[in-house]
């Protein structure tokens, strides 16, 4: 393996265990799981050589990592119907350029919407207005 790339592997192999750890905090079991098959995940491609296929592999770690980060909840039972979820800050993230994009496609939908009940009432088929639009 490539000095630089070995570097990387080892880096993201420890990044995802303290992912891990993190993620499933005062869950043993279940860190001990993920650790595991973190490990044979890695034992099983060590011998890899190609450095395009050991990029594509550091890739998978980076995407994993930022998965658990992002997509796992932690729940704890506080009674015997409840659960209180456990949100950690780097679950949290700023959301307001998401909705934005969402109130501009709503609103070029509606325009669109306005064009076409513009030229029905002028009497166009549905075959014209589709190619206005094309113009």
Do not use: W
């Not at 890899?48 to 990592?65: F, G, M, P, Q, Y």
């Not at 209180?84 to 350029?97: A, E, G, H």
């Amino acid at each position: 393996m490539v000095t630089p790339l070995r570097s990387q592997v080892l880096a993201h192999y420890k990044k995802l265990i303290r992912t891990a750890q993190g993620v499933f905090q005062n869950d043993p079991v279940r860190i001990a799981s993920m650790t595991q098959g973190i490990r044979e995940n890695f034992a099983h491609y060590k011998n890899v050589t190609d450095e395009k296929t050991i990029k594509e592999l550091i890739r998978a770690a980076k995407d994993t990592d930022s998965f658990l980060r992002r997509q796992v909840l932690q729940t704890v039972q506080t009674s015997e119907n409840t659960y209180r979820l456990v949100v950690k800050p780097y679950m949290l993230f700023d959301n307001t350029r998401m909705i934005r994009e969402c109130e501009d496609d709503e609103k070029a939908h509606h325009e669109e919407e306005e064009e076409e009940e513009k030229a029905r009432q002028q009497g166009l088929s549905p075959c014209e207005i589709a190619a206005q639009k094309f113009k």
